[in-house]
């Protein structure tokens, strides 16, 4: 992608004109290139806490969620596709990782590894997977489309899956991360040595979440990993 080109080649630049930061440039300049190309597929993002041996990289003792959070309580107002803040971001702090703010151009499907192996399998042979991301051994993420945030609030239907920051510890097996919430985005570093890398990038068409949706509770009733016997809407 050519914007993606234009701000690594600024980043490179930048770091080769300030020595005290040329330590992480070339990997930072790899990740700043991942990220654009999530934002060049209309993901908005946010900057986002980080490892620091096996702890968070905030200041919060006993963070619940290390390396897995915002760094800003204002993250849904910064969240942006903008490639020059994202480079600054990433010039401020080069280990930082990254959230994608969801319920707006994308919705994220979030289900346990065992039962995101057999749907991504399914989902490929139907034609309908989009980007998928995994979270280290634990989590697949499956990117679809949105249900939106319509202008008439009458008009908006909730799931029973539906999973905000506060609520992601009620959803063990299938989680929606719609309006209000959020995940992180490849490339992420997590406090136990592993990551968040794409299994299918964000150049790939979202797909609809219902589709998605049917494929992804076959397979966690599969291996056992429903937080209920059934999912409602409404």
């Known amino acids: 992608m050519e914007a993606s080109s234009r701000w690594t080649s600024w980043w490179r630049r930048d770091r080769r004109e300030r020595p005290e930061a040329a330590g992480a440039g070339g990997d930072a300049a790899a990740r700043l290139d991942l990220l654009l190309g999530a934002a060049g597929a209309g993901f908005p993002m946010a900057p986002a806490a980080h490892p620091a041996g096996y702890r968070c990289s905030c200041d ?4 619940p969620a290390p390396a897995q959070h915002p760094l800003s309580f204002a993250w849904q107002s910064q969240a942006t596709t903008d490639a020059e803040q994202l480079a600054r971001w990433l010039s401020r702090d080069p280990e930082a990782n990254f ?5 707006r151009a994308h919705d994220v499907l979030d289900v346990p590894a065992e039962a995101g192996v057999l749907a991504l399998e399914r ?3 139907l034609g309908a997977v989009g980007p998928v991301a995994a979270v280290g051994a634990d989590r697949y993420l499956f990117f679809t ?3 939106g945030t319509p202008q008439d609030e009458d008009e908006w239907w909730t799931s029973a899956l539906d999973s905000t920051p506060d609520t992601v510890s009620e959803h063990p097996g299938l989680r929606w991360h719609c309006r209000g919430s959020y995940t992180l985005v490849p490339p992420a570093a997590l406090p136990d040595g592993s990551e968040v890398r794409w299994l299918r990038g964000p150049e790939h068409p979202l797909p609809d979440p219902l589709r998605v949706l049917d494929v992804l509770t076959d397979a966690c009733t599969e291996v056992g990993a429903v937080a209920q016997e059934q999912w409602l809407i409404g």
């Open 99 to 103: 959230v994608t703010a969801t319920g």
């Open 145 to 147: 489309a949105t249900r």
């Open 60 to 63: 919060r003792v006993g963070c």
């Open 123 to 125: 989902l490929a042979a």
